[in-house]
């Protein structure tokens, strides 16, 4: 409740700031009287050179400035291709009621450049996607591209998590590569990429056909500087964590060219101890009993991750590339049980108290190659991708447990273990063709293949008198294929005075899991079409204010190890179980928007979703008892969503970003029917003390959640940093609170048939944080190409 009244007052001070000091308005023109956006004012004090404060004007050329007249500060005004222009700012002209027009003028030996370059605003429009253009701007100087992304609107950053439009599940690429990083790998790579080196950023909230049908999040796009001078460049990162268990991240990154060659190799390692204290009650209509749980979980995890390449100019205009990426990660979970069955008609007691071990080990290897060329000035060109992706995954679990009578008397033992391993084999190849044709248009053409093979066992075995037995009744083998085709295009243009991007998408699937054990054979063979369209209409004479539509189909398939049927004891009374049967869901995508100003948005949107495919949490219809985790197709699924964005600038040295999304969402199954409204708000503000020295708050409130039959009470989360830059902003050192009133807990019921369910869970949210990142350049700078993946969504399955 304190954080949620802090938000409030947060909230309150966002709207209701009163100004102390003086203030101007003006606007920046050029010799012809018209404005210039996004010009650079640096304001400084008599004595000291260094800018108290930067900020840039907006695509109108106006500006707003406080500052403290009794001083008499300078402003610089400036702007690529133009003579900078310097005013003393005095009391008289603090009082001034006509908006101060400032005019630049054009040097002498840069006109050229400056009739390409000048009206590049920060923020533009395209069709299928928003572009926030960062190159040369100075309010990037320093940052992290992690920060940066928080300048586009929608998009939000929370523990290092990133979503569009309150939709989590957002996928990062470099230069058109989607990353194949996510958590902390994600997280460090992002806070070790300099703003600096980033041309401009690309949000993609809802994706068209030439990227993968699977997924119903967003993308962002990150465009890297074109820089080709020879040279080595790399960065160095370490962090430290400490909540009830401490953590540690290190990291090293290391590009070199050397004439038509490029090297790189980045790699990461950390080591992370956390826990998780559950506590569960079951209310049952139909049984002579109920069940309560505690349990306290500690988690270990252990990460190693290499990637490294060669990239190979072939000429100007083509170049191939060889990469190879690997992870291997280990994992363990122990947590210490006292579950209770309680008889209300004073039948007895039973109480049983255990341990149960849970490890995991990954292994996971990318080998993949790039061919590319340009066949024009405009951009037309041809792209070959084919990838082999492998994955060893083995999980073991197991149960050591004594049951016990309401006098405490010992009654039996229980000890039983299981092991599951899983391969994978995957190659990819996906090709395509860009042809640009006039000054609006053009078209694209592609196809992909791809064969993934997934074999899956397992063992059991139980401890009797002393000696483990292997149980053959509860082994079995799984052997699943599943080969994809898919052929799309695209078209982009021009059409009465709209801009249009329509596009479709082929996919031809089969699938076949035969469960050896027991001789059951499963089949598929389908095509479907995914088309999605995007409208974008003007409404003034700028084009900063405008309409948008969009339609799209997507599908979101099962993950392959959701399709394993394996079995993990959790403990006693819970199991985690695959389900081989499960079918990909469906979703149709409807948004129509409207954009003021080129920043607040105002967006409407409707999703439907068939055959959902969430967790469901049920119970053995043969045991009671026992409660099941698995996953199954849950039925139709309903969003309709109302959402708005609004950057505001407080102050010369406060800037917030407020998104308030309000959402409905009704599920129906043929066992219940969900519905429920949803309330999301978060807000992130970022405090400028110095131009090296930075404090943001990170606030985020949720009024409940559904996630399959589980429904999650409000969630309210707050995160506090500072940051500063040494050594001509090569390095940055920060420190983070976050949850640091304990407010993150998950609390919620689980509804299935004539029983429920109530859980309380804690994490360990409450960290404090500290980081080192160290950029260098030993020689001249240059850019690495980055090398795309055809197997990037389905190493997201696995």
């Not at 222009?85 to 008289?92: D, E, H, R």
């Not at 400056?114 to 395209?126: D, E, F, G, H, W």
């Not at 252990?302 to 000429?315: A, F, K, P, V």
């Amino acid at each position: 409740m304190k954080t949620l009244n802090l938000l409030l007052i947060i909230l309150l001070l966002t709207v209701s700031y009163t100004k102390a000091q003086d203030t101007i308005t003006g606007k920046v023109l050029d010799e012809a009287g018209l404005a210039i956006p996004f010009a650079t004012l640096k304001l400084s004090s008599p004595n000291d050179n260094t800018p108290a404060l930067v900020k840039l004007t907006d695509q109108n050329g106006v500006f707003k400035l406080q500052y403290n007249a009794q001083q008499k500060p300078s402003l610089t005004v400036s702007y690529l291709g133009y003579a900078s222009l310097i005013k003393v700012l005095s009391t008289a002209q603090s009082n001034l009621n006509d908006t101060l027009r400032l005019s630049l003028k054009p040097q002498e030996n840069n006109l050229a450049e400056v009739s390409i370059t000048a009206r590049k605003a920060l923020i533009t429009q395209k069709i299928d996607r928003l572009v926030l253009n960062i190159s040369n701007n100075s309010l990037s100087a320093g940052k992290s591209s992690l920060e940066i992304l928080s300048m586009a609107p929608g998009v939000f950053v929370n523990n290092g998590v990133i979503s569009i439009n309150g939709n989590a599940g957002t996928r990062v690429m470099v230069n058109g590569k989607i990353l194949p990083l996510n958590g902390d790998d994600l997280t460090n790579y992002l806070n070790n990429l300099r703003a600096d080196d980033i041309e401009s950023i690309e949000v993609i909230a809802h994706p068209p056909a030439e990227y993968e049908a699977q997924g119903t999040g967003g993308m962002l796009n990150i465009i890297l500087k074109k820089q080709s001078a020879a040279g080595i460049n790399g960065s160095i990162n370490a962090g430290y964590t400490q909540g009830r268990y401490a953590g540690t991240n290190e990291g090293v990154r290391l590009n070199f060219k050397e004439d038509k060659t490029v090297f790189f190799v980045n790699y990461t390692f950390n080591k992370l101890k956390s826990y998780e204290d559950n506590e569960i009650n079951r209310q049952y209509v139909n049984q002579p009993y109920q069940f309560a749980e505690a349990a306290s979980y500690i988690n270990n995890n252990t990460g190693h991750r290499i990637n490294t390449g060669l990239i190979y100019d072939l000429s100007k205009t083509q170049y191939i590339g060889l990469d190879y990426a690997g992870s291997f990660n280990r994992k363990t979970a122990t947590s210490q049980s006292v579950a209770t069955v309680d008889y209300p008609n004073n039948e007895q007691d039973l109480r049983n108290i255990g341990t149960f071990p849970v490890g995991t080990k990954t292994n996971y290897h990318n080998i993949g190659l790039n061919y590319n060329i340009t066949f024009d000035k405009s951009g037309s060109g041809f792209q070959l991708l084919a990838d082999y992706t492998s994955n060893k995954l083995t999980k073991n679990s197991a149960a050591y447990s004594a049951f016990y009578n309401d006098s405490d008397v010992r009654l039996s033992d229980t000890a039983f273990r299981n092991t599951t391993p899983g391969n994978a084999s995957i190659y990819t190849a996906d090709a395509r063709y860009l042809k640009v044709f006039g000054k609006n248009n053009s078209v694209t053409f592609g196809a992909k293949g791809v064969s993934s093979v997934i074999k899956n066992s397992a063992t059991f075995e139980g401890l009797e008198d002393g000696d483990w037995k292997n149980n053959p009744e509860q082994a079995y083998r799984y052997d699943y294929k599943e080969k994809i085709l898919a052929g799309y295009f695209n078209y982009t243009g021009k059409i009465f005075n709209t801009d249009v991007k329509l596009g479709m998408r082929g996919e031809y699937t089969t699938t076949s899991g035969n469960l050896v054990t027991s001789n059951m054979l499963t089949e598929t063979a389908n095509f479907n079409l995914f088309p999605s369209l995007f409208l974008k209409h003007g409404l003034n004479k700028d084009g900063d204010n405008y309409l948008s539509l969009y339609y799209g189909r997507r599908i979101a398939r099962p993950s392959y190890n959701t399709l394993n049927p394996y079995e993990s004891y959790l403990n006693n009374y819970a199991v985690g179980r695959g389900n081989p049967y499960l079918k990909p869901s469906f979703s149709n995508v409807y948004e129509i928007g409207f954009t003021l100003k080129g920043k607040y948005s105002f967006k409407a949107g409707y999703q439907n979703d068939k055959d959902l495919v969430s967790q469901l949490i049920k119970i053995d219809e043969q045991n009671p008892l026992l409660a099941i985790y698995t996953y199954e197709n849950f039925g139709n699924n309903k969003n309709l969503s109302l959402s708005v964005n609004v950057p505001v600038s407080i102050t010369e040295w406060w800037e917030s970003n407020t998104n308030v999304e309000i959402r409905h969402q009704k599920i129906n199954t043929p066992d219940l029917t969900i519905g429920k409204g949803m309330v999301a708000l978060q807000m992130n503000h970022d405090f400028k003390l110095s131009p090296k020295t930075s404090i943001n708050l990170n606030a985020f409130y949720l009024s409940n959640l559904i996630g399959g039959n589980f429904l999650a009470k409000n969630l309210v989360s707050l995160d506090i940093g500072a940051q500063h830059k040494l050594l001509n902003n090569k390095l940055l050192l920060k420190t983070t609170i976050s949850d640091p009133f304990y407010t993150y807990k998950i609390k919620g019921t689980t509804v299935y048939k004539d029983y429920s369910s109530k859980l309380s869970q804690r994490r360990q949210t409450r960290t404090f944080n500290v980081s080192m990142n160290y950029n260098f350049d030993l020689g001249k700078a240059f850019k690495s190409k980055i090398l795309q993946k055809s197997s990037e969504e389905e190493g997201k399955r696995l």
